[in-house]
């Protein structure tokens, strides 16, 4: 299996956004998750499309991976896609017409995913799977970094696993699976054991002294798999 490290910038130095996307792809990172909250539908507030319009010359060609934890979605959709997301993922409780936002994000030339929260039962994924080019399951509940996993998540990953091969099986296309929260050198083996492939990190690679380091500790875990 492919493994993909998407080191959030939330827990970057936000006085200096570009450098440290730089840093982190020359690092060795793959992609670059970008983490939109807007005060409602979670508390935090974050960045919006011109920081990522800003930062996306300092990406090359990494997938910058925009986290919408935002209500309503549609109209952000389309400002972010312009401003240069690759792949956009929202909460299915924040979009009234789910099938309709994923096509919105698809027609944008964009990749689609929904972003299950801890509490987000697996079912909202049923009739849309076919849209989909990624699930990603909060492994925290959504709105801080730096908050501990949430062990539960591992029985979730392995029934989205399932989920997502029985639907590959059936003739359906591949899907990522990306875990986000408290994901650490110390248990994203146990992660990918459980099914996941793509995962976000913020606090372990942006709050360590050597980014390389930590990227080269967590693909030695993932080799072990
Ligand atoms: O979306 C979120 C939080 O809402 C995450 O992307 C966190 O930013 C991950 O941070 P760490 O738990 O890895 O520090």
């Not at 935090?44 to 209500?71: C, Q, R, S």
Request: with cysteine; hydrophobic share 50%; net charge negative.
């Amino acid at each position: 299996m492919t493994f993909r490290i998407s080191p959030s910038l939330l827990s970057a130095d936000f006085a200096k956004l570009g450098e440290e996307v730089s840093n982190v792809l020359a690092a060795g990172a793959d992609w670059i998750h970008f983490d939109v909250m807007d005060n409602h539908y979670v508390p935090n507030l974050t960045f919006g499309p011109m920081i990522l319009e800003a930062i996306k010359p300092y990406a090359g060609n990494a997938v910058m991976d925009v986290h919408l934890m935002v209500e309503p979605v549609d109209a952000l959709i389309s400002s972010f896609a312009k401003a240069g997301a690759n792949m956009i993922t929202f909460h299915p409780e924040a979009s009234r017409h789910v099938d309709r936002s994923l096509s919105l994000i698809k027609d944008l030339g964009c990749q689609a995913g929904l972003v299950l929260n801890p509490a987000t039962p697996l079912n909202v994924l049923e009739h849309v799977m076919d849209k989909l080019d990624m699930i990603l399951l909060m492994s925290v509940n959504p709105g801080f970094g730096g908050q501990s996993f949430i062990p539960e998540t591992l029985n979730k990953t392995s029934a989205a696993r399932a989920r997502i091969d029985a639907h590959v099986a059936a003739g359906g296309q591949n899907i990522l699976l990306e875990i986000d929260g408290g994901v650490k050198v110390d248990n994203i083996r146990e992660i990918a054991q459980a099914g996941a492939d793509t995962f976000v990190a913020g606090s372990a690679i942006f709050n360590a002294p050597d980014y390389a380091a930590v990227i080269a500790h967590m693909r030695a875990e993932l080799a072990r798999v």
